[in-house]
């Protein structure tokens, strides 16, 4: 009942978010706007996000191979649940809610749920950390000193996030299954490289996709204001509750972009394009279900 609770509310916010945007934007002018949308620039969107999935699967089959006994995974068969996992994404509150399903079908694959854990939060944190440092490194060019000091900043918060989260790790589970994660790849240098290598290719795909749909539309961003606030929104949406980030990201949008003077139903109308363009995507997930790839 408890999790019935908390998934009502989930829906409830990017409902009430969502109507509350098309409430207060011209919906005429919205639908007008979306139009605008250069069809050249389709088959580009699609391809960097289908290129985003093959990435994030060669990163999580590096992860994966510390393990012994995980080299009959191949990297189609985690591309595979990469997809089903973003069509359930399309279902389930905020967009990780799709790692509970490539969690379950891995552990059951390799028969050890421990490893699947351990190796999709990986992938997840490793992604986490390339968006934040592309966020950061972005500040530093718009800020200069100021940013520098952030980055500065950005560092000091993660040491002492570590140094918290091992102190947490000795009282309260969760913390300690975490930072156990964490331990099983210190001294894996190989391994974790690829990951951040593969990491910010995946994050630059993700931002690449969402500033051709502007591009598409006619609005050509500053480049590193770009790189600043795509990956803010996109943790955002990983942590807000919401549906796939439903609301939440369409709200950013909104309010980020009036900062370079983008007008909110052109913004909203972005945003709208690119759950379109992702669901159009995570589609070929729901045939590779369907057809029992993730088996």
């Given amino acids: 009942m408890k999790n019935v609770k908390k998934l009502l509310l989930k829906i409830c916010v990017s409902v009430i978010l969502f109507s509350i945007l098309l409430w207060n934007s011209d919906t005429k002018n919205l639908l007008v706007t979306i139009k605008l949308l250069d069809l050249r620039f389709i088959p580009l969107i699609l391809l960097l996000l289908i290129l985003n999935y093959v990435v994030s699967s060669i990163r999580w089959k590096s992860l994966l191979s510390i393990y012994e006994n995980t080299s009959q995974v191949s990297t189609g068969y985690l ?9 359930f994404n399309n279902f389930m509150p905020t967009s990780i809610g799709g790692d509970v399903f490539k969690i379950y079908k891995l552990g059951a694959r390799i028969n050890n749920t421990s490893h699947a854990f351990a190796s999709t939060f990986m992938e997840r944190f490793t992604g986490i950390v390339a968006l934040l440092l592309i966020s950061c490194i972005s500040l530093i060019n718009m800020l200069g000193v100021k940013g520098i000091l952030l980055f500065v900043g950005f560092w000091v918060a993660v040491i002492a996030g570590f140094v918290a989260l091992k102190a947490l790790s000795t009282r309260f589970s969760k913390p300690a299954k975490i930072y156990a994660v964490l331990l099983q790849y210190k001294g894996k240098n190989k391994v974790l490289l690829i990951a951040f290598l593969t990491s910010f290719i995946v994050q630059f795909l993700a ?21 600043f606030v795509f990956p803010v929104i996109t943790l955002a949406s990983f942590f807000i ?5 439903v609301g939440v990201q369409d709200a950013l949008y909104v309010q980020l972009f009036q900062v370079v003077y983008i007008i909110p139903e052109l913004a909203l109308s972005a945003s709208i394009l690119y759950h379109l363009f992702r669901l159009g995507v995570s589609l070929i997930g729901g045939v590779l279900y369907a057809a029992g790839k993730a088996d």
């Fill in 79 to 87: 591309t595979n649940l990469y997809f089903v996992g973003s069509f």
């Fill in 207 to 227: 931002i690449f996709t969402q500033y051709f749909i502007f591009l598409a539309l006619g609005v050509r961003l500053p480049l590193f204001y770009s790189l």
């Fill in 241 to 245: 509750p919401s549906l796939n980030g």
